[in-house]
């Protein structure tokens, strides 16, 4: 006989599953905002920058520039991470979160009132470099957060899936910033857009910002962390204590974060300049930017739900595997290829390679790591691993392309060292998902 459900039963179900799709709402609004206000300042480096705060420097000079205030936000993600795990691992996740979208809107939206260079000279490039320091701080507390409060929440055997909607933010975050940013293009001059339509997309933080508080001040806490509370196993030096009893971890989700960040700042942020440099073509790097970042809203979730069938370990080796190889005939098609099949190419890059590691990434940093450590460790591997990778790539990148000539090898060698690394982590980290995954083949089978 079918089992009746009761009113009550069913009310609670339903408040169950509304909670849960607050709690993916939360992690998917909130990242993305985060990651808009993030990647404006990416977008703005590569297109207006060294013209908006070192017109007086030559082109290379004004551009390595650029990309330095540029890497100042990933050296403060760390410290970020570092101040956020201690105290998310103390007082919760949902507190650290709230803060962490308020400072970075407030900040975004102050560089889109900062005078330029011409205005008020040397001032404007500390404000500028202050401004990007807080917004590394922001992002170094969001990340582990988000993710943890999405994992932790999620139901037995859909962790990497759940994780996923905090991952996917990240492509809906650079989907704004480069529509918005395509948009003030499309509608504006090359004059007026100089002169004041790059600073829009910074001051339409504002309004976003409050969407996501509204959205997050509704959650809590999962059970998981509050019974760490509860049991009184919180830690007073969570970030120490990872530190000294979890080496392997740390340096997991250290290694794992090379290569993925690396690709995804190469081919979202530093192909504009070269595209511009090279082929004089500023719109079709934009526009496959678009194209690749909606597809990402539907990659990463497909990743992290494959993640939990198959593992986690198999899908990330085999990436980054496919990024050493790709990125050689990567660069010969940006200097030769026909521009048309750009979006193409970066599909290969970023929704398949890119994604196929970053997507089931919040739920496999937090499986190397106990609750009462969880956010510092996760947050410390995170943002170390994007500091070594995403926040020297365009640096990195514009030197080596200088040493070399003008070719890119040199580039091309950096990235398949990277790849090895994040291939010798992945071999190394924990995968609780492909042990669940062959004890379930192994039951459908008997």
Sequence with gaps: MATQLTAPTRAGLGATLRAKRRILASAFVGTTIEWYDFYLYGTASALVFNKQFFPDASPLVGILASFATYAVGFVARP???????????RIGRKALLVWSLLTMGVASTL???????????????????????????????????????????????????FGSFTQVGSA????????AYALAQAFLTTDQFQAFGWRIPFLFSGALVLVGLWIRLGVTDAEEFTAVQEQDRVVARPVVRVLREHPRGI???VGLRLVQPAIYTLMTVYILGYLKDRREDTASGLTAILIVSAIGLFSGPFWGWLSDRIGRKRIAVGAAIG???????????????????????????????????????????????????????????????????????????????????????????????????????????????????????????S
């Design 251 to 253: 340096l997991v989700t």
């Design 172 to 179: 809906a975050g650079m989907l704004l910033a480069t529509g």
């Design 79 to 89: 410290l970020g991470g570092v101040i956020a795990g201690h105290l998310g691992d």
């Design 323 to 445: 990024v050493a190889v790709l990125i050689w005939p990567f660069f010969w098609f940006l200097d030769h290829g026909n521009l048309a099949f750009l979006p193409l190419v970066l599909l290969v890059g970023m929704n398949i390679l890119h994604d196929a590691i970053y997507g089931p990434q919040a739920a496999w940093f937090a499986e190397q790591f106990p609750t009462e450590l969880r956010y510092s460790g996760v947050s410390f591997g995170y943002q170390v691993g994007t500091v070594l990778s995403a926040a020297i790539t365009p640096l990195v990148a514009a030197s080596l392309l200088q040493a070399g000539g003008g070719q890119p090898w040199l580039v091309c060698g950096w990235f398949v060292f990277l790849a090895i690394l994040t291939t010798a982590a992945a071999l190394a980290a924990k995968d609780p998902a492909r042990g669940r995954a062959a004890q379930t083949a192994l039951t459908e089978a």
């Design 111 to 161: 560089i889109g009132v900062l005078p330029n260079y011409a205005a008020i000279g040397i001032l404007a490039v500390a404000g500028l470099v202050l401004l990007r320091l807080i917004q590394g701080l922001s992002a170094g507390a969001e990340w582990g957060g988000s993710a943890l409060l999405s994992v932790e929440h999620a139901p037995a055997g859909q962790r990497g899936f």
